[in-house]
């Protein structure tokens, strides 16, 4: 039996946890360490019969999240789309980018005065009401290019569907969730408990630094994803 995380070989096999038994015969969970990559691996099985094969088998593995936890100032309705899309990433670019598209479109909606019925639109008005940094307003800017929205007016329209990704897509709307939920939640969050009122100038002046990491880290995501294809 071979591990799901390294394909190495396990030995001693798994030990059986659990037997259940069904119309369909047969069902056993396996549970295990992988002496060699020392992960966790759950093995699930069913046999129609002693003497026939295993005729489905699944595997579960712990999975690594390459990707710091979002600091608790981030509403949970945020978090949660941010956190799934985070998970199918290895898996799923396209899926992780549907839902990284729909949770910008909504943070857009609410933290904006922008009405466009496209995400492009979204976009481009954020941009324009020069509400946000110079730096987080050009990284915001360049999803439009970076998804190749104008031309896939489906994916423009219903940035929620699972559709084709652009190399380094799914990535790179990930790191603008990041500076947009640290400039939208985190930043406020943490001038509320020092001396005197924030202003617009403080809370610009607060996100630059995060801003611009963060723009370096997009930069080199992308032109990475976008080297080896």
């Known amino acids: 039996m071979r591990c799901p995380n390294c394909a190495g070989l396990l030995q001693p096999d798994p030990q059986i946890q659990r037997q259940i038994q069904d119309k369909v015969g047969g069902w056993k969970i396996y549970s295990g360490v992988c002496p ?4 966790t691996m759950i093995l699930l099985t069913a046999e129609a ?9 699944t595997h579960e593995s712990l999975k690594e999240l390459y990707r710091q ?3 608790p100032e981030v509403i949970e309705t945020y978090a949660k789309d941010y956190d799934e899309a985070c998970f199918v990433l290895t898996d799923s670019p396209r899926a992780s980018a549907a839902l990284s598209r729909s949770c910008l ?10 009405n466009a019925d496209d995400l492009s639109g979204q976009i481009a008005q954020a941009v324009a009401s020069k509400s946000l940094p ?7 800017a360049a999803v439009t290019d970076v998804s190749n929205l104008e031309a ?12 084709d990704v652009e190399p380094g897509e799914a990535e790179y709307l990930l790191d603008v969730l990041e500076v947009l939920f640290d400039y939208y939640f985190v930043k406020p969050a943490e001038l509320k408990y ?6 617009d100038e403080d809370m610009q002046a607060a996100s630059n630094s995060q ?5 370096v880290k997009r930069i080199v995501t992308y032109v990475s994803a976008a080297g080896r294809d």
């Not at 060699?36 to 992960?39: E, G, H, S």
């Not at 110079?134 to 915001?140: H, V």
């Not at 020092?194 to 202003?199: E, F, I, L, S």
């Open 211 to 215: 801003a611009r990491a963060r723009f």
């Open 69 to 71: 936890p979002l600091p």
């Open 152 to 163: 896939n007016p489906v994916k423009n329209t219903h940035p929620g569907l699972i559709l």
């Open 134 to 140: 110079p730096e987080i307003r050009s990284t915001l």
């Open 194 to 199: 020092r001396p005197g009122t924030p202003t």
């Open 36 to 39: 060699a990559c020392d992960q």
């Open 105 to 114: 479109q909504r943070l857009l909606r609410e933290k904006t005065e922008g």
């Open 49 to 57: 019969s002693e003497k026939d094969p295993p005729h489905l088998e």
